[in-house]
């Protein structure tokens, strides 16, 4: 992809294309916006454009920022080479389910739309997988059910929202409320113990030194990215959030595209569900309590826009690891949770203060530049 | 108080009375892509109603905006009551006595009527509302308004549309508003209460109070208007001409004439495939067109002259399945399309570029390649993946033989200039088999240049085959870029004839007469 940059912009030019009698353009009318700015170059990994790219980094330097603060806080422990590499495992370990489902809250805000359910829906998949019922079928049967019952619900919010012409926020907020309802049904209020070996073994069990839980947010984490990056499920997904009218009129079917990304978080959620089992090996109706907050959260502090069509899956990443690292500070200097709650308030506000202010000033830049080349 | 006072109506044009309250001195505007002001000229003088026309697009809202305090002219001179003045804010443009009253009222529909007249700035003590106070002042305004009837106390959202409307200008009042502009106020009023609101009108101006009148309806503005200023493209092409005198042919021709001479492509002398192409049979949609039956053939450029309220974008979006049809059929090479469905006919081989470019076509945040491959990326793709390089080729192939200027296709399409992003959407549809292109208004906001250029393309396309039905209000456009031309007037198609056949003066009168006799809805 090195032809990236074409250099002419002359008005001379005329192409094979078009005959030649067509009628003379003066050059300092259409010339205007053509500004003197270099053509961005797209790498091959920054599917999303510079802009992201950029935003990322910043992200990446919050990372670290915490992480010294972490050294100068706990010098003790960081000099401790084998408790550095445990530490980071654990850290990932814990951003490993929020992080599958920020995965599918990416897409569905990216998408136009918003997910409040997440949390209950881990909590019906987890209860219904761990029915004594279920448990006779093995681990596969529970796996799938985990699976079927999150996209089975995710695609009932996506028809609600799209045929049943709900605004996203109501409809998932019924859904909220009602799959925790039938969760608690189902459960008896009990929690249900997890018999099964294999799926309690994914969360105890690690691969060459790299718990399993990791390579599932891995393998969801590039699943994402491709699917947003490289396939026309991604393109939809960016069209629809971004002008839901322009996408209708480009041929796009918008109603039953905002159907498949409700069912994709519903189907994260079945596989948070597995993974959040294994850890407690168990479930109820309460568990995954406000992950919806969570997965938002990490979202936007990813740099995905609320009101949809931008946004990245390494962003979210980002934003899930820079909570998880949070969560991790707090814990090795023995700090209460209720200030790590507020610092991790603070953050979400900071993150989005920035992102306005870099938008702010990027629009102000651009309309100079046309200013000085009109 | 339902006596009107005649006589300052009665009154010729030219002898207004009242000293200048408002001038405009080459004020200019401009957005990102566009230039909204172009050179406006406006003097409003106190207790008459001046009337502004314009098409949509020719920068009336932004005219108002900058006389709201919305937004900030980037040259030119805004003198109120003498002094120039440059208004930080709504609310400092408020306090200097100009209140805007724009079409969609923005009441606060679970207030009172006394709250919403008083809203910002309620009569206080220590911080309390003093509410009798106030509701004795609205009951005043009301009373000043020939409307004692409404209670203050009343919900706003309980009032029908033309209370609400009387609401707005108590609130304009409330102010000391020596200057109301109002947008097309009666367009969301009954026939009989548009009498009340000329009324109303009339009772404050002969109080001095100077009115700017904006609506599309030619004898409203024969009824209530003093003067008359036209805008076209930004900029003032008429001022001050007296309201009842003058023709309307020589209003509307200034409204969508020419200003320049534009450069149409000569209409190659070729045979034509007799196959019909789009057959459109009896198309209606309730309340917007009624019974529209169209032909377009395989390389013929068939034009729908229209003014804004003629049915004539409505009428695009349901050949095109955005819009659902209550009766009629559309059907391509034969066959009959579903209807309501945009999937269908562009599968059929239409493409549409829609009236407002930004809210309906493009991605702005995106580049323009994505822009260019939006509605063809999924055939390029394989098992689902997109094939970006192929993308990025075809687009760049598309920005050559457009002239894209930039031809960076990485580039957002918002940095583009009007044109140029109108480039992109109609780019859009020369990727894949498109058979028929839908263009509604395909020219507004672009430059004189970029004009002639789309020109070009557009029949460029038909020579290779494309059918296109092009929607304009610009008159001349119609007639120097189409084959063939249907005049459309309150939802019906008036006339159908060749292009050759038609001239300008013809086309507006067939235009225009409807409006002339009840008002077409705007």
């Not at chain 1, 409320?177 to 189902?186: N, S």
């Not at chain 1, 200030?339 to 993150?351: D, L, P």
Request: proline share 4%; aromatic share 4%.
């Amino acid at each position: 992809m090195s032809e990236d940059a074409p250099t002419s912009t002359a008005t001379s030019e005329r192409s094979a294309g078009l005959p030649a009698q067509s009628p003379p353009v003066d050059p300092a009318v259409t010339h205007a916006t053509a500004g003197k700015t270099a053509a961005p170059r797209l790498s091959w990994w920054s599917g999303d454009g510079g802009e992201g790219a950029k935003r990322n980094l910043g992200l990446i330097g919050v990372l670290v920022a915490l992480v010294v603060i972490g050294i100068a806080t706990r010098p003790d422990l960081y000099s401790d080479s084998s408790w550095v590499w445990g530490n980071f495992l654990t850290i990932l370990k814990l951003a490993s389910v929020v992080g599958v489902v920020t995965v599918g809250m990416t897409f569905v805000i990216i998408g136009g739309g918003i997910d409040l359910s997440v949390g209950a829906i881990i909590a019906i998949a987890g209860v219904w997988s761990t029915t004594v019922a279920t448990q006779n079928f093995g681990a596969g049967g529970m796996i799938f059910t985990a699976l079927v019952v999150g996209l089975s619900v995710g695609l009932i919010n996506g028809l609600l929202i799209s045929y049943g012409k709900l605004v996203p926020f109501i409809a998932t907020l019924a859904m909220l409320v009602a799959a925790r309802g039938l969760a608690a049904e189902i459960s008896n209020k009990q929690t249900q113990v997890s018999d099964n070996d294999f799926i309690n073994g994914i969360a105890a069990n690690s691969l060459l030194g790299i718990p399993l839980l990791v390579y599932i947010l891995a393998a969801v984490v590039i699943g994402g990215w491709v699917l947003l990056n490289r396939t026309t499920f991604g393109r939809r997904t960016v069209a629809v959030g971004g002008n839901p009218e322009a996408a209708r009129l480009a041929g796009i079917n918008v109603k039953r595209h905002t159907v498949l990304l409700y069912a994709l978080s519903g189907l994260c959620c079945g596989i948070a569900a597995i993974m959040l089992t294994s850890q407690a090996t168990s479930a109820q109706a309460a568990m995954a309590n406000l992950y919806e907050l969570d997965a938002i959260a990490a979202a936007i502090i990813g740099g995905t826009l609320l009101s949809g069509g931008r946004g990245t899956i390494v962003g979210s990443l980002l934003g899930v690891l820079i909570f998880s690292t949070i969560t991790n500070l707090f814990a090795i200097n023995g700090l209460s949770t209720e200030a790590q709650n507020m610092v991790k308030g603070g953050i979400i506000v900071a993150a989005v203060l920035i992102q306005q202010v870099q938008f702010g000033s990027l629009g102000k830049f651009l309309r100079r530049n046309r200013a000085t080349t009109a | 108080m339902s006596e009107p006072t005649e006589p300052l109506v009665e009154a010729p044009a030219d002898a207004v009375a009242g000293e200048v309250v408002l001038r405009l001195t080459d004020v200019v505007k401009t957005f990102p892509g566009v230039r909204a002001l172009d050179g406006v000229q406006l003097e409003v003088r106190a207790g008459e109603v001046h009337c502004l026309l314009g098409q949509n697009g020719a920068g009336k809202s932004t005219l108002i905006k900058v006389l709201a305090g919305v937004h900030k002219p980037d040259s030119g001179q805004v003198e109120w009551r003498g002094e120039p003045v440059s208004f930080a804010n709504p609310q400092a443009a408020m306090r200097a006595g100009i209140a805007t009253i724009y079409q969609e009222l923005d009441l606060v529909e679970d207030l009172s009527v006394a709250e919403n007249a008083f809203l910002g700035h309620e009569p206080k003590v220590a911080g309390f509302v003093r509410r009798g106070h106030m509701a004795r002042r609205t009951r005043a305004i009301l009373g000043r308004l020939g409307h004692a009837e409404i209670p203050p106390g009343r919900m706003v959202r309980a009032l029908p549309a033309a209370g609400k409307q009387v609401v707005s200008m108590a609130r304009a009042l409330s102010h000391e508003a020596r200057l109301i502009i109002m947008d097309e106020p009666s367009a969301v009023l009954a026939h009989d209460e548009v009498g009340n609101l000329f009324r109303i009108i009339r009772e404050l101006t002969a109080q001095g109070i100077a009115v700017i009148y904006i609506s599309h309806r030619m004898e409203e503005i024969r009824e209530i208007g003093d003067r008359v200023t036209v805008l076209k493209d930004g900029r003032t092409t008429a001022a001050n001409l007296p309201a009842r005198d003058t023709p309307t042919k020589a209003l509307v021709s200034r409204m969508t004439g020419r200003t320049i001479e534009y450069v149409f492509p000569d209409r190659p002398a070729v045979e034509r495939a007799t196959e019909e192409l789009l057959v459109v049979d009896g198309l209606t949609r309730e309340g917007e067109f009624q019974d529209v039956s169209l032909t377009v053939r395989p390389g013929e450029i068939v034009g729908i002259a229209g003014l804004v309220g003629s049915g004539r974008s409505e009428l695009m979006e349901t050949i095109y399945g955005a819009r659902r049809p209550d009766a009629g059929t559309v059907r391509m090479n034969g066959r009959a399309l579903r209807p309501g469905s945009v999937d269908a006919a562009v599968k059929a081989g239409m493409g549409m570029a829609p009236e407002e470019r930004k809210s309906q076509a493009l991605l702005l945040g995106e580049p323009i390649y994505r822009n260019v491959t939006l509605a063809t990326f999924s055939r390029y793709a394989r098992l689902g993946f997109t094939d970006i390089g192929k993308e990025k080729a075809e687009a760049r192939r598309i920005a050559d033989s457009l002239e894209l200027r930039p031809r960076e296709v990485l580039r957002a399409v918002r940095t583009l200039s009007g044109g140029n992003q109108q480039k992109v959407v109609v780019g859009r549809w020369l990727l894949g088999d498109t058979k028929l292109l839908l263009l509604d208004e395909p020219t507004r906001g672009v430059d004189v240049g970029a004009r002639a250029e789309l020109y070009q393309v557009i029949r460029d396309l038909a020579t290779q085959g494309v059918g296109v039905l092009l929607v304009s209000s610009e008159v001349p456009e119609v007639l120097g870029l189409a084959d063939r031309v249907l005049v459309m007037r309150e939802g019906r198609m008036v006339r159908e004839a060749p292009a050759g056949e038609l001239d300008e003066d013809t086309v507006l009168d067939l235009v225009m007469a409807g409006s002339l006799m009840e008002g077409a809805p705007a």
